[in-house]
């Protein structure tokens, strides 16, 4: 049987072989797959269109979504916000905004790319994006940043299924948030210990989110927590540059999401049979359907 | 498991949702690749966890899209209702909520002027597929792989001549599988291939005195 992939293996084989975390994708992914490097980027190229054609509409959109629950949100708070300062901070209020605008995409059935999953799609590129426009990031450094956030959500996949009807909440937006934590510490020159308890701060305070959305549709609480989730991964990253490290090692911490993950109640794995599903108001929204 | 790069970072979809809305776009493009030729109609039956969330996550305009061709990336899916209308392409839809088999599954009946087709299929969750019954035969079939169903005639010896065949042209089987409804009847063959199959070996294999009939299903995406 081939041998885990994990954060460990992952920084062992770059000290070994003395090449990034992102060139240690890339090198798995070239032997694994047996696709080209040139062929690999340029994927991912267009993957990262995609990302940002669905945040220029996400920002714009104004239409109600099928489920009835979602508008513009992202409009709503950009517009404020243009005029306000925000509590919370420039590089906060943009992630949240960009994270959002791409989640209501999604639920408005735009097209999106699924990192990892449909339902938290806004967090990874909502973060990439407002991160890059603060720091002058260029796009073949978020291409690069794309590679380690891959490479973590690799790591989780190996050990748990990223669905919410399978884990929760903590397996589509709480990786997703990891996978963002990660990334964007890596393209801060994070070395390879600071990537990854990027990645093990940002998830260990999402661990057992439900996955109660009302109606059962990817609308109330998803878009708005894509917001919070994101913001999260930068407060993450901000943590590990100040000197603060995760005290259970970030392998560890993905075993505690599968643990998790198996016990919530499948009340709250997604089924809409639980939380703000099954309130008075998520109940007559899921009716009027 | 055993994931890569854009297992994690993908697909490229129309949103909400990769199981009721991406799978779904598949399932119906499975259903039109099964008919084979541009279907005129459909009538779609969505069970479980489909028949009560089917319309907020547009997997009613999901279904129709893939019947229309459209693939789950496709940016018309949201439109694809009334796309149908403006064609022609009659369509209905049916909720039943409570469920044998998979919570996530649907039938799909679709014709055109020469026939109809029907197909029991479920989405298995990050767009994955899975197609269980053709014409009320069990199958097996993810849409990844090009695939031949026949339907031949339960001898011995058959399911080597057809594989000797395949050999002989080059076309490796991924997986196979026979059913057969009672013994010296009617059996079913999926072979599932690594490469695509021409129309000259679909032709080969319908002449066998054997086989009733031979469809060549392409992979989805």
């Known amino acids: ?289 | 498991m055993g994931e890569n790069i854009f297992s994690v970072l993908g697909p490229i979809m129309v949103g909400p949702s990769s199981s009721h809305t991406a799978g779904v776009a598949r399932l119906g493009k499975m259903a039109r690749n099964i008919l084979g030729k541009e279907p005129e109609g459909a009538e779609i039956t969505f069970f479980g966890s489909f028949a009560t969330t089917y319309k907020g996550h547009g997997s009613d305009r999901a279904v129709i899209g893939g019947l229309l061709g459209m693939d789950s990336s496709d940016g018309r899916i949201p439109n694809a209702l009334e796309i149908a209308s403006e064609m022609g392409f009659k369509y209905t839809f049916k909720a039943i909520e409570p469920v044998s088999g998979h919570p996530n599954s649907l039938e799909i009946k679709t014709w055109n002027k020469e026939e109809t087709i029907e197909m029991l299929g479920s989405s298995r969750g990050g767009g994955n597929i899975l197609i269980e019954k053709i014409n009320g035969f069990d199958v097996l079939l993810d849409g990844q792989y090009p695939t031949l169903w026949i339907l031949l005639f339960d001898r011995p010896g058959m399911v080597g001549k057809i594989a000797s065949l395949l050999a002989s042209k080059m076309i490796n089987i991924a997986n196979m599988r026979l059913e057969r409804s009672q013994p010296r009847g009617l059996a079913s063959m999926t072979i599932e291939c690594d490469n695509a199959v021409g129309p000259e070996i679909i032709e080969e294999i319908r002449q066998k005195e054997f086989v009733s009939s031979c469809r060549y299903i392409p992979r989805v995406r």
Request: hydrophobic residues 45%.
């Open chain 1, 1 to 289: 049987m081939k041998p885990l992939w994990t954060f460990e293996k992952w920084l062992s084989v770059s000290k070994e072989k003395n090449i990034s975390l992102a060139e240690v994708i890339l090198e798995k992914e070239t032997d694994e797959t047996g696709a080209g490097r040139e062929e690999i980027l340029e994927e991912l190229e267009k993957r990262l269109k995609v990302m940002r054609e669905s945040l220029e509409r996400g920002l714009k959109r104004d239409e109600i979504t099928p489920g009835g629950m979602i508008k513009d949100e992202s409009k709503v708070l950009e517009k404020f916000f243009c005029e306000n300062p925000p509590l919370s901070g420039l590089g906060a209020i943009k992630t949240a905004i960009y994270s959002i605008a791409i989640a209501q995409e999604n639920a408005g059935m735009g097209r999106i790319v699924a990192i990892p999953t449909a339902g938290s799609a806004g967090i990874v590129p909502g973060t990439f994006f407002a991160f890059a426009e603060l720091e002058g990031i260029d796009e073949n450094r978020l291409i690069e940043g794309l590679l380690v956030a891959a490479g973590v959500g690799m790591v989780v996949g190996e050990k748990m299924e990223m669905a919410g009807a399978a884990g929760g909440c903590q397996a589509e937006c709480g990786v997703a948030a990891g996978m963002a934590a990660a990334g964007v510490m890596f393209m801060l020159g994070g070395r390879g210990e600071e990537v990854f308890h990027a990645f093990a701060l940002g998830v260990k305070n999402l661990i057992g989110l439900a996955c109660d959305p009302v109606g059962g549709l990817v609308e109330v609480p998803c878009v708005k927590r894509n917001g919070f989730a994101a913001v999260q991964a930068l407060l993450a990253v901000d943590m590990v540059r100040g000197g603060i490290r995760s005290v259970i090692p970030p392998d560890e911490v993905v075993d505690a999401m599968v643990d998790v993950g198996r016990s919530l109640p499948s009340s709250l794995k997604e089924t809409a049979k639980g939380g703000l599903a099954q309130t008075k108001t998520g109940l007559q929204i899921s009716e009027r359907e």
